[in-house]
């Protein structure tokens, strides 16, 4: 393996990446690195370079695309003897997926998007252990169907945490496990749906949700927000029965609903005989305050469902979502044809999350995430704070995974998010969470950093400043 060594202009608007890979490539032909040489690993060059692993991933990503490199399974990356080898069969196909990827645009270096995960602080090793554990202990079992509600091991662990960490009362059968949360609504759906035709949803709110209510024939109703979330008298008015709420972190704006207007929410149902849909998303990360209970916990009279799921503390492509159904909707599950529709979670990554639960892995995780979620969101702040001061406004700092930030510079959403790409920056709009698009803040733009690192961060800040704040 070779040490490689060289100097990156970090004042250049050439990306980080696109110079590593400048500099690999010429080496390869002018022949100062040979065929079959093996290319550091990401992990170890980017402490070297003191660059992000990002970094070094998409440079060798672009090495290996065009065919100067090669990976061999466990053990790297090598040169290629570009003299003898040629192009394997299925390079067109690889070349044609990477033209589609963010190398295809090679401005966008610090991609804000809310939904990316840390991935890098994933527990590889324990969960391949614990999946291995698995298939050892239920390698028959794991061939069927399984249990159309979710794997029992599964739930019970899920009760215990969610009774101990968000005061939730239920039992396992209470529990439903599905591949996302949009699938569990879908179910949802159509348990409520008899006679029902209209449904409420906080406005700006998740137009995911939206979509959802909206393709299984429901009138949504959208209600506006107040400071401290929902606004309760604009939900009476609507007579619907039926509110979708985000009380944890409200979505997209972060205000967390207090204790009081839960209160209110929770008699609100009690008065239409209604149903509250609790999205408890983020809740794993509050970083202001004491937690506040669940809606669920509060409720006595068995009128909130409850909705978690694991893709923001886990990762997304596991597909791991749960639903905690009243007693009344449990019932009219058992009657209708449900127990028909097969499980749509692999069994495998249900007992391989069981195992993880149960051994406590899941917590120790949780309290790492905080704290790295923690120090992202704080340097993200910090560095805006920094750059920007007052010509710029922070909302939803409190919690989660993700801000809002109004900008005072003349610029409506469109013109934010095209100088910021011009400087190599992807921030995101924000007028699809509301119903009409027309009624969002012009000036605000939707600013994820979950998947970024501290030092991206840095340097993605830096480049939103230079896109708004130093325009020719």
């Given at each position: 393996m070779i040490d490689l060594t060289f100097l990156l202009n970090r004042e250049s608007k050439e990306p980080l990446y696109s110079q590593l890979y400048q500099y690999i490539k010429t080496n390869i032909l002018n022949g100062k690195l040979s065929a079959g040489t093996r290319l550091p690993s990401i992990r170890s060059l980017s402490s070297h370079l003191c660059i992000s692993r990002n970094t070094v991933d998409m440079a060798y990503q672009q090495l290996l695309a065009e065919g100067y490199v090669q990976s061999r399974p466990r053990s790297g990356l090598y040169i290629m003897d570009l003299k003898l080898e040629s192009l394997p069969s299925s390079q067109p196909v690889t070349k044609k997926k990477w033209e589609n990827s963010i190398l295809n645009n090679p401005e966008i270096r610090f991609d804000f998007r809310y939904g990316d995960v840390d991935a890098e602080h994933f527990p590889f090793a324990t969960w391949r252990k614990l999946s291995n554990q698995s298939l050892l202990q239920n390698q028959m079992k794991l061939f069927s169907y399984g249990d159309p509600l979710g794997e029992q091991g599964l739930r019970l662990e899920i009760a215990n945490y969610l009774h101990s960490s968000r005061g939730v009362n239920c039992s396992p059968d209470q529990i439903i496990i599905g591949a996302g949360i949009q699938y569990l609504l879908g179910v949802l759906s159509g348990l409520i749906g008899d006679g029902i035709q209209d449904i409420s949803m906080e406005d700006p709110g998740y137009d995911g949700v939206r979509a959802v209510f909206k393709h299984k024939g429901f009138n949504v109703h959208s209600i506006p927000l107040e400071a401290d979330g929902l606004h309760i008298q604009k939900l009476y008015e609507s007579n619907t029965r039926i509110v979708y709420v985000t009380p944890s972190h409200q979505f997209p704006y972060?205000?967390?609903?207090?204790?009081?207007?839960?209160?209110?929410?929770?008699?609100?149902?009690?008065?239409?005989?209604?149903?509250?849909?609790?999205?408890?998303?983020?809740?794993?990360?509050?970083?202001?305050?004491?937690?506040?209970?669940?809606?669920?916990?509060?409720?006595?009279?068995?009128?909130?469902?409850?909705?978690?799921?694991?893709?923001?503390?886990?990762?997304?492509?596991?597909?791991?979502?749960?639903?905690?159904?009243?007693?009344?909707?449990?019932?009219?599950?058992?009657?209708?044809?449900?127990?028909?529709?097969?499980?749509?979670?692999?069994?495998?990554?249900?007992?391989?999350?069981?195992?993880?639960?149960?051994?406590?892995?899941?917590?120790?995780?949780?309290?790492?995430?905080?704290?790295?979620?923690?120090?992202?969101?704080?340097?993200?702040?910090?560095?805006?704070?920094?750059?920007?001061?007052?010509?710029?406004?922070?909302?939803?700092?409190?919690?989660?995974?993700?801000?809002?930030?109004?900008?005072?510079?003349?610029?409506?959403?469109?013109?934010?998010?095209?100088?910021?790409?011009?400087?190599?920056?992807?921030?995101?709009?924000?007028?699809?969470?509301?119903?009409?698009?027309?009624?969002?803040?012009?000036?605000?733009?939707?600013?994820?950093?979950?998947?970024?690192?501290?030092?991206?961060?840095?340097?993605?800040?830096?480049?939103?400043?230079?896109?708004?704040?130093?325009?020719?």
């Open positions: 972060g205000m967390i609903m207090p204790l009081t207007k839960r209160m209110q929410l929770l008699k609100w149902a009690s008065d239409q005989d209604g149903i509250i849909i609790e999205d408890d998303y983020d809740s794993e990360f509050r970083y202001v305050g004491k937690p506040i209970p669940s809606l669920q916990s509060m409720d006595t009279q068995q009128r909130t469902v409850y909705l978690g799921t694991f893709s923001k503390c886990l990762l997304p492509s596991l597909r791991i979502a749960y639903m905690v159904l009243p007693r009344p909707l449990l019932e009219i599950h058992s009657k209708q044809d449900y127990r028909l529709y097969d499980q749509n979670v692999s069994q495998l990554h249900q007992h391989t999350l069981e195992l993880f639960m149960s051994n406590g892995h899941w917590e120790a995780h949780i309290r790492k995430m905080r704290k790295v979620y923690r120090q992202k969101q704080s340097t993200l702040i910090a560095m805006i704070q920094k750059l920007m001061g007052t010509q710029v406004t922070i909302i939803g700092e409190d919690a989660g995974l993700h801000i809002l930030l109004r900008v005072h510079n003349g610029m409506d959403e469109h013109e934010l998010i095209s100088t910021a790409k011009m400087e190599g920056a992807q921030v995101y709009p924000i007028s699809p969470f509301w119903a009409q698009s027309a009624h969002a803040e012009p000036s605000m733009v939707q600013i994820g950093f979950g998947g970024l690192s501290i030092e991206d961060i840095t340097e993605g800040v830096y480049s939103l400043y230079r896109a708004w704040f130093e325009v020719d």
